[in-house]
């Protein structure tokens, strides 16, 4: 059977790295699993449970009612838009100026992500992204023909981007600067002065500034992530994406969140009616009518990640050492001086069963704190306390199963 093409492909798509985690993935299918012995996934940033039982009811009522079969308005549904406005004054405090006018719906987050920059952009343009970056948001730029633009961070600093740094690299070209905090890959939670610097920035040199929050919910207990939605004036600059994935275990339901100035919407809109035409209503339905009763569930899973960070601190082998952690992930440095991280990752999997992903997944070539390729990603959420041991004790033993000790 031949495959070979008798066309040519765009050079975005050429020119985009291959999905990573796909990647891992054909990594660990050589690895041979016991049931003493078992695959330890901690790659990819899911939710470790399922949502709760009144969430899987909600969405057993919505998938069986004869209302979730058709179209809804393409940035989503009306009640959940509103529920979602709410839920914003909760988590970033009761002076946060947001409503239903400033929501769109969108499959997914990643969805947001590309459907604003495309809104934002052409090809040509910039968008500065700190290093380590999420990979779907560098390959999303690169895939349009924008060019991302590392912004370097570095360990001495927690991998906390710098504000001077990022006014250096702005030139004519720059549409926006696009921050994820707390950081995907790296964990490190950005304070709430940095990112009003960022927008204080944003605003002097007339470029948007994206914030994914993700995984806003897995901050510190009793803190706001910021209190930029206080300001009247945030819808010039600021444009806030979110995920229903990870605070309500529904990631295979794909929705996702836009917060910006009405204005912006208007425009983006016309990008979403092409990518998705209405965000899936199922899960959409489901989550208006309960979307307040949660926060009780999503306080406790943020609770068992947090202690569950601390049970792999603390069970972390010599050598391993962590440059930063929080919301689902831990950023580590492994102790073989020499050995770049994806052949370690690769050795992890395929002869101790645990897969994790190195930093050139998110770098290109690895973080740059003088010696590049050390640093491995460990997203702590997918597993439990009792597997999170399981993984550092695997840890410990690997240098020697390697030959390396």
Not at 188 to 208: C, D, G, H, Q, T
Not at 246 to 266: D, E, F, M, Q
Request: aromatic letters at 8%.
């Amino acid at each position: 059977m031949s495959t070979a093409l008798g066309f040519r492909l765009s050079r975005g798509v050429l020119n985009t790295i291959p999905p990573p985690i796909s990647q891992a993935y054909v990594w660990a299918a050589k690895y041979k699993p016991t049931p003493s012995h078992p695959l330890l996934d901690v790659s990819q940033g899911a939710p470790g449970i399922p949502p709760p039982k009144l969430m899987q009811t909600a969405l057993i009522s919505a998938a069986s009612s004869p209302s979730s079969f058709g179209y809804c308005p393409v940035v989503g549904e009306p009640a959940l838009r509103k529920a979602l406005a709410e839920e914003m004054k909760v988590v970033y405090g009761n002076k946060a100026d947001v409503d239903s006018e400033d929501v769109a719906l969108t499959a997914g987050c990643s969805l947001a992500f590309v459907s604003t920059v495309m809104t934002l952009a052409d090809a040509g343009d910039e968008v500065i992204l700190p290093v380590p970056w999420y990979f779907n948001h560098q390959m999303d730029l690169t895939l349009l023909g924008i060019k991302p633009v590392p912004l370097q961070t570095t360990p001495e600093d927690g991998f906390i981007p710098s504000v001077e740094r990022c006014r250096d690299l702005i030139t004519p070209k720059t549409k926006a600067i696009a921050l994820v905090t707390p950081n995907n890959p790296t964990g490190a939670i950005y304070p709430p002065s940095l990112l009003l610097s960022f927008l204080e920035l944003a605003r002097e040199k007339n470029v948007a500034l994206i914030i994914d929050e993700t995984y806003r919910d897995f901050v510190p207990p009793a803190k706001a992530p910021h209190s930029l939605f206080a300001n009247p004036l945030w819808r010039s600059n600021l444009i806030h994406l979110f995920s229903f994935s990870k605070s309500y275990c529904i990631p295979g339901h794909r929705l996702g969140a836009i917060v910006a100035s009405p204005t912006l919407l208007i425009q983006l809109e016309a990008v979403l009616d092409c990518l998705q035409i209405c965000p899936p209503r199922v899960a959409q339905i489901a989550l208006a009518s309960v979307l307040p009763t949660l926060r009780g569930f999503i306080q406790e899973s943020a609770e068992a990640i947090r202690a569950r960070h601390q049970v792999f601190a603390h069970e972390l082998p010599s050598g391993w050492e962590i440059g930063s952690q929080g919301g689902y992930f831990a950023f580590v440095k492994h102790p073989f001086v020499g050995r770049d991280s994806e052949e370690v990752c690769k050795r992890l999997v395929e002869e101790t069963g645990v897969l994790a992903l190195p930093d050139k997944f998110f770098s290109g070539d690895g973080v740059d704190d003088g010696e590049k390729g050390r640093w491995i990603r460990f997203s702590v959420a997918n597993v439990d306390d009792a597997k999170i041991r399981n993984v550092c004790g695997r840890l410990s033993q690997c240098g020697k199963a390697f030959g390396w000790e």
